[in-house]
């Protein structure tokens, strides 16, 4: 039971150049979260899925795309890397034991991204 | 909108007590709290839930103040291992949420 994984761990990027991060939780949760963490900032939601094949933003979605084809995977994807996404990177998953709230969040080990 | 903790930071010796808190503009349907430590993902402590349900870490203790829409953590006794930022993470009361919205955390220091 690896709980929740992402890769990869540390990427370097160019101003303008693309990647996706990928999420991928072992628990059969149905909500998995992206968040980033900037210093004094705490964590910051960006977007967030409730089920397979549903995705909704969060507080800070610009320059993000998310999809969730399967339950398991979460993918976060930056179209044209821009110094202000300069950032950890952390995904969540939770179980929900009633509709509409959120139970615990597991987080992966985050993904440390510098954009050039 | 963002929860305010307080205080930012805070240095303990073994064996002190310490209290942070978690205040919200608005209602709160839950509030979460996590563990971070440097380097390291964020880590469950425990949730309070509205009504005064309460889960969570044995040797910590929270509170949860409907009417004035703040938490409380007490970390009694402390140990180097408390030492991380901690962090609250609220819910807002209203069907279809599922999402919490993260304070900027307080920096917690143990020292011997």
């Known amino acids: 039971n690896a709980g929740v994984t992402q890769t990869p761990k540390f990427r370097v990027l160019k101003t303008g150049q693309s990647m996706t991060l990928l999420c991928a939780q072992d628990m059969n949760h149905e909500y998995m979260y992206w968040y980033r963490q900037d210093p004094g900032m705490g964590l910051r939601l960006i977007h967030y899925s409730v089920g397979e094949g549903t995705t909704a933003k969060g507080e800070v979605p610009d320059g993000y795309n998310v999809s969730r084809l399967k339950k398991q995977n979460f993918l976060l994807g930056l179209e044209s890397a821009a110094p202000s996404q300069t950032s950890v990177y952390f995904c969540a998953s939770s179980y929900s034991e009633e509709a509409g709230s959120t139970d615990t969040q597991y987080f992966g080990p985050g993904t440390r991204l510098t954009v050039l | 909108q963002q929860p305010v903790q307080s205080p930012q930071a805070v240095i303990l010796r073994e064996g002190e007590d310490a209290v942070i808190n978690c205040s919200s503009s608005?209602?709160?349907?839950?509030v979460h709290w996590y563990r971070q430590k440097h380097g390291e993902a964020p880590v469950f402590l425990m949730i309070l839930l509205k009504g005064g349900e309460q889960k969570g870490h044995e040797k910590i203790s929270a509170s949860f103040n409907e009417k004035k829409q703040q938490s409380s953590l007490y970390l009694t006794a402390s140990q180097l291992s408390y030492s991380g930022t901690y962090f609250c993470g609220t819910e807002y009361s209203g069907a279809g949420s599922y999402q919490l919205t993260f304070g900027k955390g307080t920096k917690l220091s143990v020292i011997p």
């Open positions: 608005k209602a709160l349907y839950s």
